[in-house]
């Protein structure tokens, strides 16, 4: 697989290079240097338990998802602040509709929010103001269907270019029995959330696969997961067009890992464990650096300019 040795790492000096990250343990969004100096709290909610992260440099806003604490009672939401906590702003509230939403990208051209809702067995979209949700990708829609673990989703990526979307469906815990879909960004004419005939299993018997980011540039689909060895507590690669025949290992030993961020210019990635580790390295695994070790019980994290 070919590595990004032709981007260009980014050298404007009116930009400062953060990584925003959330400690599910405490309710807090924190955010550090890229080396994990100059830790800062951004804000603390105690009982909150907050999984995706995204940066709109551009408008200097935060998004994130909050799980909730009762799956009956869809107590989910997804939430918006500026880069320093102020104007904090609940987009979609606790009880509307979202179950444990969990990681979120942006469709900045068209506006859009995505995420996974996990015990909603979901894939979703709204508006980056919270209105026109829309569900995608739907698994069942009965807590007996949301008691199978292998319906949930958790981990979702976008090739805009290709108008496709990918997401993790992980499984019980350490079964062999995650997988990595992909599906057209928007629900075939004539076909429903429920019954899509496009939906491609990309590769299955995984231990636990959480989030998903891609390199378009080289065609990329990166993953970590937080099962066992050998294929869990990793982060993982795959070309996206040949994903079963390409899948590699690119580095192990995370604590449960979950968030992943990749600074594609730089040739570098950032990611997180529930043991409350921070980590950086290469795309292709080497260089590994831990940046933090035991600060938190840590899930989504975003590499940003601002």
Known sequence: MSEAEARTPATSTDTTERLFFLDINDGRILSSAIDGTDLKLIVQRPGRSPDGILVDSENGWIYWTEMGTDYNAHDGSIERMDL?????????????????????????????LYWCDREGMRVMRAN??????????????????????????????????????????????DAGLGRIFR????????????????????????????????????????????GNLPRGNTVNRAEMDNIAA????????????????????NNRMFFTDIGGNLYSASLDGSGERELLHHAGSFTGIVYAEI
């Not at 390409?246 to 210019?265: K, N, Q």
């Open 183 to 226: 599906a057209g960004i928007n629900i075939p004419v004539g076909e429903t959330a429920t019954n899509r005939s496009d939906i491609e299993v990309l590769l299955d018997k995984l231990p636990e696969p959480i989030d998903l980011e891609l390199d378009l540039a080289t065609r990329a689909i990166y993953w970590t997961d937080r």
């Open 84 to 112: 320093d906590g102020g104007n904090h702003i609940t987009l979609i509230p606790p009880g509307s509709t979202l179950v444990t939403p969990k990681q979120i990208q942006m469709d900045r051209d068209n506006g859009k």
């Open 246 to 265: 390409t899948s590699e290992v690119v580095l192990e030993g995370l604590d449960e890992g979950i968030g992943l961020s990749l600074d594609l210019p």
């Open 128 to 173: 980056i103001d919270g209105s026109d949700i829309e569900t995608l990708v739907q698994n069942g829609d009965s807590p007996e269907d949301s008691a199978d673990i292998e319906r949930w989703c958790v981990g979702i990526a976008l090739d805009l270019p290709l108008g496709q979307i990918y997401w993790t469906q992980k499984g019980p815990p």
